[in-house]
């Protein structure tokens, strides 16, 4: 009996150390059930510049946010749909820096979703109709980790491919910012 | 029952220890430098393997790592055989005194090394996300760093022990006697990964 | 779907029917090997039987070894070592038999493996007129082809049992791997290194036809889509090529020119759905379109939630796609 | 007086056994210096090979119920084809969990659990070598277990195969925290059986009876010592492997990244060069129980003794060279395919020559047909099966075919429970009671061996013909019409069988715990030491240390044990012998009970399970584990060995 005792000892500090954890990598194939009664995503009054009480974050979120699975999705769509032609592996390029803190049009996962969703000037097409609404939502949520935005123990330290930027598990979480519009 | 016994030997009067084979413990050490032997041996085949895949190595443009820390290291890893010699050949001859005398100077070795081999990760010239090849050198490294400062750590605890009444027993000379056999490992085993690290990627780039 | 339909003992090409003979060779000793210890054990324990006698060693002696035993023990050492020099020269051979495919392949084809289905592409035509297709290979009887294996993802293994044993497909790696069919038939393939949660559903349907049947199967593939022609097709026309559809895959001779997906340009054309999920039929293709996630969970098809008014219109164009 | 002369000083006077104490009076004097403190406490302390080796084995035991069941709920999804039991993501956990399960937690840790029991008691020693390290393993490889499977239970366990291939289970496509589960579990039981494998091979080299010469150890002791060999060369190579994995997984290194010129096959090569060893970690150990039940139930000594250590020691050696046969299809070169048949084919010499020596003694002797050696029947009628079968994808143009199908999961079931766990249940039954001191129930244990027996042929052989048929490995369910009903359908009702006869196997276990009929110290007339004391032993093993002359010292001196003396009494204290010629060397102490080894193992616990989530944790969680380790070896009495000192 007192292995008994000595076993739901260790199982207890091992609980203690997993739970926090168990909900982080819920993988789903049926997409979410969420949002039939939300559009697809904000329209771009999203963009709340530095003005007044941002509006509540979208409830879907939470079911994207410091999730692996939706993270490693939005990995793998980042590269299918070739978001790196323009964003450079978060570099940047034709398209704006994604490792860095600034975001035009907010940082938060709901408007990154929104700016995938509707598109922005200058060139960011919209893809709402071209992707599904779990994918925009997936691809988000991949794109709040390369500026360090995701909890580390959900997202991957690295692709299998080319590397030139340093491991996403190490990358400092920059804090938001508001950039300027009319930079570019 | 069990069955009666017939007495032969009587063993009362054999010692309490020895020194090299006919210590138990010289065997546990021997196990745990085969073992670690043995994953030096496996990392140095991965490092093979994953050169035989490039055309240049250190693979262009990667500059090899600059060899003055890791040349200096080896210079003092090297020179504190003779500290350790002494050390071995005083337990061996019971003369507890000089023991107790030299391992700080041992302790104050680790020290270096170790602020050397700081020094030795920052002229690299590679990180370890950078590929293969800065992946497998850091592994190599990061691999022999943890052997000096578990052997430093050994040593401490080995210095600290034979200031104490303990330093008296006989075993303890035993025990010091293995901490060298085991320093011994360590220099060795880093001869090596010495070359494999600073002058085979100057030599095949 | 008759029974033997994927089977290492079909021996319909060149290498499995190599396997076939020497599979027997291998079973006939093994037999043999098997029996002979069986028998010695079991003789062994019938002359010992109903002894009581307890001692274990006779007044501090123990029993004296059998003299027999000596030279049984050369005896069978040698049978166990002739037995292994004869098994190895007939791998020898059969190598040295499968090998010689590989020296002049008349046909080459590229397989890219990518979770969960296969990307082909028959790579002897010029690139203007090149085939591609998906979850299907077709091969001329009797002409030795080789397949060029590729994988960008994670390790897969091609394996269609009935023509040849398994290739990795190993990502950064190119291999290859020879076939010469030698009967006319329709095979399953199928992946056989664990690759995913959707590994069991990672086949491809294999095709043997006359020479002048695969002429004819590959002037069909060169051609570009058909074209719709009701209504409803041309709605599915428009929704496959405007919306989600054409972010992934490509059909030829449209717009629609997605690159991570099976390539739909004579989807309607094969014989399976999703890497052989499902037959191809009009009842699988509703069900497939309206929900890949119940038909094959974890897929990385989404489900898109389409009207039945779409679901209609999309079914209606793929069938098409002839 | 010289220091030196100091310390080689005549004893000075302590109580010592010998003809002046001797029988109940040295057994309570004993008694007091070798029993574990009372409570919790002093059995968390506890450092007796016996206690260790016992949880080592019930631990192993339950995880192999554990696992079972997980292959009887796999059997159930493929009882028909496209059955939606079990979903594709779950089956891929539970394929995962069995295999990882059953080669990691229960059969290494099993036979190496009897090995702790029984090897002091076979080369008539008092305790292990190290056994603060034996206790530091056990609670290494508790922990390793839980967290695989309490990471299962949560639903974050791996899903990526017991071989964890990547990229699969690399940084992108094995997502979440499963990957790292498995690998930080490979580290647990890797340090564990590492720590085993030395403590053994010191204790078999050092602690061996006098008079009890390499040429006289048991059998069981010689495949205890090459395996803890193969241990301590294989297990690194998985360490590493599983490192470079989290290493990857975590800090982003290359090593499996071919885009950056890392190899995916870098894996397979270091995973089998452990891998293939691996086998013959578990395999040979049982092949160590069969040379000591055939003797002792066929009346006779072994036959060949010289024979079969040498059989042991090259199948040992080949071992380490045959990796390469788990990669055929990875594209090898085709002008090495003839030197890899053979050299796979040539390690069936050496277990064709055991086997000629097992059956030889079978042939001179007079069998008892009890249930141990019914076991051995059994593994002879199963394990050859699986042999041959071995023997068949040796050749490279037939494991191109038979590579990752149902054919392997038939031949590896066949030599693994075959070749090692009917071996293994005629051990626990040949053993039991010794363990317990009451004897197994004849009856119960001969319905248990007739279901599975009967069980595993229904089970496993059908699935030689499912692969045959086309059916790869690890797929969660199979189309209808390609002729793998029936074979499915029999594999399923067989596990159900099998399962049936080991829960038989265990309540028997449990029953004959209170009501087994009271074991004699050598109820089955058995040769060898470990059945010259009383049944359970005592925790101190034997009275007097007994001096051995030939190889079945209990029946070639059956009135009376002739012993050593003088070795100290109220303290611990072992006699160390020779490595060769095993003659008395020295007297060392052997370690007292200290929780610290459970302490220790609890702070390397939490450094490994948080170096899962940062790699920092690797530093700051080796200060505990530091500390811990050092409060280990102080020693705890001022001066505790009034023996000679150096001034």
Known sequence: MSSLCRNSCLAALAVAALLGGCDRQERYSRGKPLGETVPVSGSPDTIFPGKSTPPPLDPRAAAYEGNAYAIAQGQQLFNWMNCSGCHSNGGGGMGPALMDGQWRYGGRIDQIAASISEGRPNGMPAWRSKLTADQIWQLAAYVRTLSGQERKDAVSARADTMSNTPPETQTVRQPIKQADSAQQ | MTLPPTFTEDVAELPTHGFSYRSLTWWGVIGFMVIEGTAFVLTVAAYFFLMSHEESWAPRPWLPPNAIAGTLFTLVILASEFPNTVIKKAANAYDVATVRRLLPLMVAVGVVLLVIRGFEFNSLNVLWYDNAYGSIIWTLLLLHTTHIATDWVDTVVLWALMRTPHGEEPRRLVDTDENSLYWRFVWLAWLPIYLLIYWVPRFFR | ?322 | MTAAEKAKAPPIDVPRDGPDLTGDKLAAALEATWMRPPGLIGWLSSVDHKDIGRRYIITALTFLALAGALAVAMRMQLSKPDNDLIGAARYDEIFTMHGTTMMFLFAVPVMQGMQIYLTPLMVGTRNMAFPRLTAFSYYMYLAGGCLLWVSFILNMGPDVGWFAYPPLSGPQYGVGKGPDVWAQMITFTEVAGLAVAVTLVATILKQRAPGMTLARMPLFVWTTLVVSLMVIFALPSVALASGMLLSDRLVGTQFFNPAERGDALLWQHLFWFFGHPEVYIIFLPATGFLSEIIPTFCRRSIFGYPIIVMSVVATAILAFGLWVHHMFATGLPRIGYSFYTAASMSVSIPTGLQLFCWIATIWQGRPRFEVPFLYVIAFIFTFVIGGLSGVIIAAVPLDLQLHDTYFIVAHLHYVLIGGAVFPLLGAITYWYPKFTGRMLSDALGKIAFWLIFLGFQLAFFPMHLSGLLGMPRRVYTYPAGMGLELPNMLSSIGSLVVSAAVLLFVLNMLLSLKAGRIAPPNPWAAPSLEWATTSPPPPYNFPHIPVVESRTPLWDSPETLPVVHGLRVEHRELLLTSVLAAGPETREPSAEPSPWPFISAAAVTVMFISSMFSPWAVLIGAVPATIALIAWFWPKSALPHPEPVIS
Request: aromatic share 8%; proline share 5%.
């Open chain 3, 1 to 322: 779907m008759s029974s033997g339909f994927q089977t290492a003992l079909g021996g319909e090409a060149l290498e499995s029917s190599n396997f076939l003979t020497l599979f027997i060779v291998f079973l006939i000793v093994s037999a043999v090997m098997y029996l002979l210890i069986v028998a010695a054990l079991m003789l062994g324990l019938w002359r010992g039987r109903s002894s009581d006698e307890p001692l274990t060693v006779e007044a501090g002696r123990h029993h004296a070894t059998n003299p027999m035993f000596r030279p049984a023990l050369i005896g069978w050492t040698a049978l166990v070592l002739v037995g292994l020099v004869a098994l190895t020269i007939g791998s020898f051979f059969t190598d040295r038999s499968n090998a010689s495919v590989a020296r002049n392949p008349q046909l080459t084809l590229k397989i890219v493996a990518h979770q969960w289905w296969w990307d082909v592409q028959y790579t002897t035509h010029e690139a203007s007129n090149a085939v591609r297709t998906a979850n299907e290979i077709h091969l001329p009887v009797g002409v030795p082809a080789e397949i060029t294996l590729e994988s960008d993802n994670v390790i897969h293994s091609l394996w269609i049992p009935n023509l040849a044993g398994k290739q990795d497909l190993i990502p950064g790696r190119v291999t290859d791997i020879q076939l010469l069919p030698r009967k006319v038939g329709t095979y399953r393939g199928q992946c056989a290194e664990f690759c995913g949660v959707q590994h069991a559903h990672m086949a491809l349907d294999v095709t043997v036809q006359s020479k002048a049947d695969f002429e004819r199967w590959v002037a069909a593939q060169q051609r570009v889509a058909f074209a719709p022609t009701t209504p409803l097709q041309i709605a599915g026309y428009r929704y496959v090529t405007t919306h989600e559809c054409s972010s992934c895959h490509s059909i030829a001779g449209t717009t629609a020119n997605g690159q991570v997906a099976p390539d739909l340009t004579h989807f309607a054309s094969r014989r399976s759905i999703a890497a052989g999920t499902m037959p191809m039929s009009t009842g699988n293709l509703y069900g497939w379109v309206a929900d890949p996630q119940s038909q094959k969970p974890g897929n990385h098809m989404p489900t898109m939630g389409l009207s039945p008014t779409e679901l209609h219109a999309v079914v209606a164009y793929l069938e098409v796609l002839k």
